[in-house]
């Protein structure tokens, strides 16, 4: 397969490991039903796979330098089939403890963003890359596919039976990837050791710019997706039933990845800097709109689905920026720490939501508020302090002349 279809392959793949990434969002509340949990508990049962994902996306992307996409693809594939079982059994089984350390395991079908940045990345120009790394990023509609399917399998087959049926997919999964992936034929294994390859990344001032706005942008998907069938099934909330609460969390999922494309390829027409603050202030705006608790079924529906409009699209700028700014030989690094600080902004606004619930006014008011303060901060620190253009790296935009030839 050529570029073309490589994509669409790493596309669907991170479709799939995101639907088992994101399996204990849609069961949330039944398991807290059934194990009497609090909202902390049940915040902390969400966002345990959040943690290991985030920070395994390190050295993931680190190896995928190392030994390629095609092999990285398929080693995460495989290693998410025995945690999506064990998290089935302890699930239907009812023991808490156990599950919490499954969905830590779980936590490795999210490092498959290390591994398909710098896959798909290596097969375009830097002119496409935007394009590449928006569609790639469509994969994230796994979320909407388990919110969707996954409350609906628990319901039709059982709870064990759900998780054997990931388990199949995610098998089927790996076998297409060992056929048909194939690396760029210009991409080339990076021996550097570890520890140096991540410190020079970390050198880099593009990496710390843009682990602020994913942080923030994609971040704010991951909780909201992870979160959100908590949240509106919450009495006094809106109180929906599990499946109703995952039909609504697959719509704010699709409308972020239909709007993740468009960022990347915006990004590639103009300045993704633009691209990026417009999503940050639309997100502070839509953040504070939430938090008034707009009425089902319209207003609430134009609210989250805009909100999750500007993260997408912000998701899908900062990756056309990155992609355009880092060196091409570390693009896997700086990939594998900017999508950790990505999923570590998904990590902690649950746990901030479940502990700054307010019970007495059955309201989420103060965690949503922080979310809007935090909005604002870093859209006044990317207008003001980060740089549109790398200096360590240039890249010509179709049509323009090269920085050196218009300093003559």
């Known amino acids: 397969m050529g570029a073309r279809g490589n994509l669409l392959l790493a596309t669907f793949v991170s479709m799939i490991d995101f639907w088992v990434w994101n399996d204990l969002g849609p069961l949330s509340s039944r398991y807290s039903e059934s194990m009497a949990l609090s909202s902390s508990q049940s915040a902390?049962?969400?966002?345990?796979?959040?943690?290991?994902?985030?920070?395994?996306?390190?050295?993931?992307?680190?190896?995928?330098?190392?030994?390629g996409g095609r092999r990285m693809l398929l080693v995460v594939t495989l290693a998410s089939i025995i945690p999506i079982l064990l998290?089935?059994?302890?699930?239907?089984?009812?023991?808490?403890?156990?599950?919490?350390?499954?969905?830590?395991?779980?936590?490795?079908?999210?490092?498959?963003?290390?591994?398909g940045i710098p896959f798909v990345s290596a097969w375009y120009p830097p002119e496409r890359k935007g394009f590449a790394t928006?569609?790639?990023?469509?994969?994230?509609?796994?979320?909407?596919?388990?919110a969707f399917f996954t409350p609906r399998f628990d319901n039709w087959f059982g709870g064990m039976q759900t998780h054997f049926i990931l388990a199949a997919i995610l098998?089927?999964?790996?076998?297409?990837?060992?056929?048909?992936?194939?690396?760029?034929?210009?991409?080339k294994p990076q021996k550097e050791p570890f520890v140096p390859k991540m410190w020079a990344a970390m050198k880099l001032p593009v990496t710390w710019n843009m682990c602020v706005l994913y942080g923030?942008?994609?971040?704010?998907?991951?909780?909201?997706?992870?979160?959100?069938?908590?949240?509106?099934?919450?009495?006094?909330?809106?109180?929906?039933?599990?499946?109703?609460?995952?039909?609504?969390?697959?719509?704010?999922?699709?409308?972020?990845?239909?709007?993740?494309?468009?960022?990347?390829?915006?990004?590639?027409?103009?300045?993704?800097?633009?691209?990026?603050?417009?999503?940050?202030?639309?997100t502070a705006v839509f953040a504070a709109l939430v938090n008034m608790q707009p009425e089902p079924e319209w207003?609430?529906?134009?609210?989250?689905?805009?909100?999750?409009?500007?993260?997408?699209?912000?998701?899908g700028g900062v990756f056309a920026w990155l992609s355009q700014l880092a060196p091409a030989h570390r693009v896997g690094?700086?990939?594998?720490?900017?999508?950790?600080?990505?999923?570590l902004g998904g990590y902690f606004p649950p746990l901030i939501m479940g502990a700054t619930y307010d019970a007495a006014g059955n309201n989420y008011h103060l965690g949503l508020t922080l979310l809007v303060i935090?909005?604002?901060?870093?859209?006044?620190?990317?207008?003001m302090l980060v740089p549109a253009d790398d200096p360590t790296r240039r890249v010509n935009r179709p049509g323009s002349r090269p920085k050196e030839e218009a300093r003559q």
Not at 89 to 114: E, H, I, Q, R, W
Not at 134 to 146: E, L
Not at 250 to 270: E, K, N, Q, T, W
């Open 44 to 67: 902390i049962m969400v966002a345990m796979p959040v943690l290991v994902g985030s920070l395994g996306r390190i050295p993931v992307g680190a190896l995928t330098d190392r030994y």
């Open 171 to 187: 098998a089927g999964t790996a076998v297409l990837v060992f056929l048909c992936a194939s690396n760029a034929p210009q991409w």
């Open 333 to 343: 690094s700086v990939t594998g720490i900017v999508s950790a600080a990505g999923g």
């Open 299 to 315: 207003q609430a529906g134009l609210v989250f689905g805009g909100l999750a409009f500007f993260l997408g699209i912000g998701a």
């Open 216 to 282: 923030l942008v994609f971040g704010g998907f991951v909780a909201f997706s992870s979160y959100l069938p908590t949240y509106i099934a919450t009495i006094d909330v809106y109180d929906f039933d599990p499946i109703q609460a995952g039909s609504r969390t697959a719509a704010f999922a699709i409308a972020a990845v239909i709007a993740r494309p468009i960022g990347g390829m915006l990004s590639d027409r103009v300045p993704p800097k633009n691209v990026v603050l417009v999503s940050v202030a639309g």
């Open 374 to 383: 935090t909005a604002v901060i870093i859209l006044v620190y990317t207008a």
């Open 134 to 146: 928006g569609v790639f990023g469509a994969g994230m509609v796994g979320t909407a596919v388990a």
């Open 87 to 115: 998290v089935g059994y302890f699930g239907s089984s009812g023991s808490y403890g156990a599950l919490l350390a499954s969905a830590l395991l779980l936590g490795v079908a999210g490092t498959v963003f290390a591994v």
